[in-house]
């Protein structure tokens, strides 16, 4: 079952430090109501198996390139404390299982990419890609990734090439890059 998680309606003190000029002397629901009118398409969703922060900085990079929605599967409690306040801001829900998700996207219409960098699924590097509008992410657990079962429910892979000796990003700065090129190719 998808649930949205809850957020506060009135302005958080800790939230007027980390928001634009703009909004400072506003309420959160009124932040919300005016970000939502400019949102993009853009679904972002996570694996929560081990209580990952890297899910709250990834809330952070949603509120910095107004994705649509951001959905957390598995576990329902994630550390919020890198969010730092845009959660509040955010359309976050959660889901038990990764299939639910994927098939409420695909009902909308959304392709559903995969973010690895498996090479025996072929995917397609991030600078050679080119999103439908309605686009969604999945992003697997820091240290596990994305099963092949969890891969196969989605449209096709995207990684994002690498040129050091890292194996690979985390999923925070990874999902920050795919709604980056996201924005830039949509906005």
């Known amino acids: 079952m998808i649930t949205k998680y809850p957020y506060a309606n009135d302005t958080i003190q800790s939230n007027r430090s980390n928001v634009i000029e703009y909004y ?7 932040v919300r109501a005016d970000l ?3 949102r993009s398409d853009a679904i972002m969703i996570f694996q929560n198996i081990s209580y990952n922060i890297n899910i709250a900085c990834s809330i952070r990079s949603n509120n910095a390139f107004l994705g649509k929605e951001i959905y957390i599967c598995g576990r329902r409690k994630y550390d919020s404390r890198a969010c730092v306040g845009t959660n509040h801001f955010e359309n976050v829900y959660h889901a038990d299982n990764l299939k639910e998700v994927i098939d409420h996207c695909h009902s909308l219409g959304y392709t559903v990419y995969a973010i690895d960098n ?18 969604a992410f999945v992003f697997g657990e820091e240290n596990a990734g994305l099963s092949q079962e969890e891969i196969e429910l989605c449209d096709g892979m995207i990684y994002i090439g690498m040129y050091g000796s890292v194996r690979s990003l985390n999923v925070s700065v990874a999902s920050g890059i795919i709604l980056y090129e996201y924005t830039r190719q949509w906005r």
């Open 24 to 30: 400072r002397q506003w309420q959160t629901k009124e």
């Open 118 to 135: 498996i090479m025996e699924y072929n995917p397609i590097n991030l600078m050679d890609m080119r999103f439908p509008q309605k686009s």
């Open 36 to 38: 939502q009118k400019n």
